[in-house]
């Protein structure tokens, strides 16, 4: 099996900082992405940013020039530093990769349990 373990959400004051991390552990051949997904109070989850294992990534709209996502496939772990944080930033974090492994060769889409970011006075 697969687990995905987010950390690093909190309550931050507006135009603060936090950093999030999430390790995926368990029986994995390869990654083939990891995002970061954020569902807000009475919203639909959304995609933040995401990062490929060619190193490419890509980001919303409503979080680009404030938000960096960065990892490392070798060691399983991807990183979401969030700067210039609004209000509206405020909801569960979620970590997601797309992996293949060991006894399962084909890819598949894992999720973590999401972490809190409240942005707030």
């Known amino acids: 099996q697969v687990q995905l373990v987010e950390s690093g959400g909190g309550l931050v004051q507006p135009g603060g900082s936090l950093s999030l991390s999430c390790a995926a552990s368990?029986?994995?051949?390869?990654?083939?992405?990891m995002d970061w997904y954020r569902q807000g109070p009475g919203k639909q989850r959304e995609l933040v940013a995401s990062l490929d294992s060619g190193g490419g990534t890509n980001y919303a709209d409503f979080v680009k020039g404030r938000f960096t996502i960065s990892g490392d496939f070798g060691k399983n772990t991807v990183y979401l530093q969030m700067d210039v944080l609004k209000p509206e930033d405020t909801a569960v974090y979620y970590c997601?990769?797309?992996?293949?492994?060991?006894?399962?060769?084909?890819?598949?889409?894992?999720w973590g349990q999401g972490t809190q970011v409240t942005v707030s006075l």
């Open positions: 368990g029986s994995i051949f390869s990654i083939n992405s």
């Open positions: 997601n990769a797309i992996l293949s492994r060991r006894d399962y060769p084909y890819e598949a889409r894992y």
